[in-house]
């Protein structure tokens, strides 16, 4: 034991009589981030500023509640055509939490990319094209046909494609890029949630889209980060306002890629739960919710009692990481205010 004692101390020691062997890079660097902010690193700098594409800002608030119901036409025979236009890029960068800049790969220049909403029957045409530099797919989870599946079809740099099939079956659907190595084009950003709703609409309701993801920013195949909807803490620090006895609706799919399973725990309160949306009868009435890649939930819930509350991954170290989030609940809807911030409540 003492042996190993004095290696250790003669070990340290060197830190301070030959500090090059330690240090990774002598000369301090500094380099400008989009925002502006100077940064200076004795580490590699992975320069934000090498992508060709531009900087995206992502709006979590605005996303969740962002629905698309493409170009509506009626055609002859009394069906709704919904024409959606989606582009895929890989070359552009968002500042995914503060100092960390990643390359993201969108639909829509967004990462989850936009929500497609159809009625069930309805005609979808997705016109896809792609942007980027590798070949992408879109490949929609529902019924139809296999040359519609997005998976033998890769559509290459300039390509386009045209997807169409009726929105079929009801329920909370999801949509991905699904060319090879399919891991790295989901871990990018390539998805989105899809929704087929009942000809007989659902119950009013609050309704919120929460798509769990990661970022494995460091590209060793694990995430650093795990977030609903992208940005890691966003929903800790800007709580989701709603009212008591609010009927909210959470449209919940999980994308994680590298975890095999992830969680949705909701405080305060319970909720029924469909899972993928397809049936009208909740299948259970729980606060915790566990998931494995590509499974989705409606959920249906309301506040009794106004206050604070988070829902997040039960699994700590995803919460830990980003998958942590807070509903702020309120006697009144006159009382939100929409400029509060987490700081301002705790
Ligand atoms: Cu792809």
Redesign the pocket.
């Known amino acids: 034991m003492l042996y190993i004692l004095i290696a250790i101390v003669a070990v340290s020691s060197l830190y301070f009589v030959v500090p090059s062997v330690i240090v990774a890079e002598e000369t301090p660097r500094t380099f400008l981030t989009h925002t502006g902010l100077a940064i200076q690193t004795t580490g590699d700098v992975i320069d934000p500023i090498g992508y060709d594409g531009e900087a995206l800002d992502f709006d979590p608030d605005k996303f969740m509640k962002e629905f698309d119901y493409g170009e509506v036409t009626v055609l002859d025979d009394g069906t709704v055509l919904r024409e959606f236009y989606i582009t ?1 890029r ?1 070359d552009q960068i968002m500042e995914v939490s503060p100092g960390v800049f990643y390359n993201v ?1 969108t639909f829509n220049d967004s990462v989850p990319g936009p929500t497609i909403r159809a009625t069930e029957g309805d005609l979808v045409r997705i016109h896809f094209t792609n942007e ?1 530099s ?4 879109l490949h929609f989870h529902g019924i139809h046909k296999a040359e519609m599946d997005g998976v033998f079809e890769n559509v290459g740099t300039g390509g386009i494609f045209t997807y169409e099939f009726y929105a079929d079956p009801v329920g909370l659907h999801l949509y991905h ?3 090879h190595p399919v891991e790295e ?1 989901i871990a990018h950003g ?1 998805y989105g949630a899809y929704i087929v709703d009942p000809k007989e609409a659902r119950e009013p309701a609050e309704e919120f889209v929460f798509v769990l993801n990661g970022l494995d920013t460091d590209f060793d195949g694990e995430n650093n980060f795990y977030a609903a909807n992208t940005i890691p803490f966003y929903y800790q620090h800007h709580p989701i306002q709603i009212n008591v006895n609010q009927n909210i609706r959470a449209y919940v799919v999980n994308i994680l890629e590298f975890d095999a399973v992830n969680n949705f725990h909701l405080h305060g309160t319970l909720f029924h739960h469909y899972p993928a949306g397809t049936d009208t009868v909740p299948s259970g009435y729980n606060d915790m919710l566990t998931m494995s890649q590509g499974d989705r939930q409606i959920l249906e819930f309301n506040y009794k009692y106004p206050g604070l509350y988070m829902f997040h991954a039960h699994n700590t170290e995803f919460s830990e990481k980003g998958w942590v989030s807070t509903f702020l609940v309120k006697e009144n809807a006159n009382d939100f205010d929409t400029e509060i911030e987490y700081d301002d409540i705790i």
Do not use: N, P, T
């Open positions: 895929a890989d790969w980027g590798k070949a992408h797919s890029c699904h060319v084009h390539l």
